[in-house]
């Protein structure tokens, strides 16, 4: 993968996929230090499932053996300068957090935010992404977007289509000329 926007779009996808109701993304760039955390309210992880998910060979998929999300990430996270690490509770929900030094050359760089986000819009699921840099914030939440749109499905292609030349304004705004 080329994309830190690809990995959080995987690790994001597995938070829908245990029926998350509200996925929080967060990217924050202090100083050198990216930090990307989604956090979730889905199904949650057991202590011991935990313990082997960043093995390619857990994976609760019916279709193949291997679940590559979390080790793909896990591995970025770690040639990338930085770290990795996941928490999750059975019924509560799950959190991803991994840092990333900003100037180390392994590193790769974040990618299209706003086409991940507008990859991630469904009905039934919500997300809150806030997106950090320096003292600069930008918030993106689908249920305030949802209440705007009374009725009109929010992953119907014109909002898709609106809402990602929107995230791109906001985030080169945010951004400031710099590429992250
Ligand atoms: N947020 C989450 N909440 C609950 N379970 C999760 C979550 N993230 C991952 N899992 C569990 O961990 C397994 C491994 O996840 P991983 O993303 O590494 O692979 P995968 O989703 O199975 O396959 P792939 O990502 O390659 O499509 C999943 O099959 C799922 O059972
Ligand atoms: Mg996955």
Redesign the pocket.
Known sequence: MRELALHIL?IAE??VK?NAKLVTVEILVDDNLLTIRIS?D????SEEFLTR?TDPF????TTRK??????LLKQAAETGGGTFDIK?QVGVG?VVTTTFQLDDIDRMPLGDIAETATTLLYPNCDFKWIYKVGDREFVFDTREVKEELEGIPIDSPEIIAFLKSMLKENIESINGGIII
Do not use: E, H, L, Q
């Not at 889905?42 to 992880?45: F, P, V």
């Not at 857990?58 to 998929?61: E, F, G, N, V, Y």
């Not at 291997?66 to 080790?71: C, E, F, H, Q, S």
């Open positions: 995987d597995n938070s245990a979730d889905g199904k949650g992880m998910v857990t994976t609760t998929r291997v679940g590559m999300g979390i080790p999750s799950t």
